[in-house]
């Protein structure tokens, strides 16, 4: 009878073992409380068995490494759809789960290092950081699935000895610019939805800053004397109310010029998405030094 009662207990918990996936999301998104881990910076996962997200922090190495196991058992399907452009094809939920299979994505003939897509939940693709063919099909995709639905995320991750980073590509370049407004769009609209939660927990004490895309990458607005939580943009555009009209606008500097000469103006806080606590506005001096070169 105890023999019995000990094989029930064993394939009970083989059973639940093999229920358990990773679900993915905005790294903000998740619920306090949720473990999780980070994928390319950006991105995160938790654990779900039956869709209810697992809370156990002490035992989600051992859960993960069960769901890590049930996602390799699943068929995938890496279907080159032209030279090293490739479609990560199933017939389940758990499409972007496999972006956790890094090996098999590593394996794959692509040019330079493998670049990872995922513009809507039910869709993943893969070319190569060195590829300009495969990269401006890459854009061509997301901008097709950018209003949907089901849309997830314009960023792109590359795959570098064997982690997930962001793919930030470089140049003037059409595809290049375009990638990069894709992320940014994207980055924008998971910060518009973290602004809006930290609003409604921090109701009307402090102004909490979002981001615009205009074209080119992320803008964040500081204003004279209404203090702020800025969120990290690609540029800041410096605003003065007592300005005359048409010259309120008084500076935009790219944030690494920002944080070269007013760091002491800027208090990081712990959240991320990453943000700043503006101090005060820049002096006349330190405008200048931002504008240099």
């Known amino acids: 009878m105890a023999r019995f009662a000990l094989m029930l207990l064993l394939a009970t918990a083989s059973a639940r073992a093999e229920d358990i996936y990773p679900v993915f999301g ?14 390319g910076e950006r991105f ?5 068995r ?3 997200l697992l809370r156990d922090a002490a035992g989600f190495d051992k859960a993960a490494a069960f769901a890590l196991k049930n996602v390799e058992k699943l068929r995938t399907d890496y279907v080159e759809l032209g ?24 394996a794959l003939k692509v040019k330079g290092n493998p670049v990872a897509f995922a513009p809507a939940r039910h869709l993943v693709f893969i070319t190569g950081s060195e590829d300009p063919k495969g990269l401006r099909l890459a854009a ?5 699935y950018a209003r949907g639905k089901d849309a997830f995320s314009g960023a792109g991750i590359e795959l ?19 990638l990069r407004s894709h992320a940014a769009v994207s980055w924008a609209i998971d910060v518009g939805r973290q602004s809006a939660k930290l609003r409604r927990e921090l109701g009307e004490e402090i102004n909490i800053g979002s981001l615009e895309n205009d074209g080119e990458g992320t803008v964040a607005v ?22 005359p009209e048409g010259q309120i606008v ?44």
Request: positive net charge.
């Open 160 to 178: 570098v000895k064997g982690s997930w980073r962001p793919f930030v590509p470089e140049g003037d370049g059409k595809v290049a610019r375009a």
């Open 140 to 144: 061509r995709r997301l901008a097709k």
């Open 250 to 293: 008084v500076a935009t500097v790219p944030w690494s010029r920002v944080v070269a000469v007013c760091p002491k103006l800027l208090v990081k806080n712990h959240l991320f998405y990453e943000r700043y606590r503006t101090r005060s506005f820049p002096t006349e001096d330190e405008f200048t030094k931002m504008r240099e070169d």
């Open 83 to 106: 030279a090293g452009f490739y479609l990560i094809q199933a017939d389940d939920d758990h499409v972007l789960a496999r972006l956790l299979l890094t090996a098999r994505i590593a």
């Open 44 to 48: 995160a996962w938790a654990l779900a």
């Open 222 to 243: 500081w204003t004279r004397d209404v203090d702020t939580l800025l969120p990290r943009p690609d540029r800041i555009r410096f605003i003065d109310l007592d300005q």
């Open 50 to 52: 039956d869709r209810k």
């Open 26 to 39: 905005p790294r903000f998104g998740l619920e306090k409380g949720v473990p999780h881990r980070v994928l």
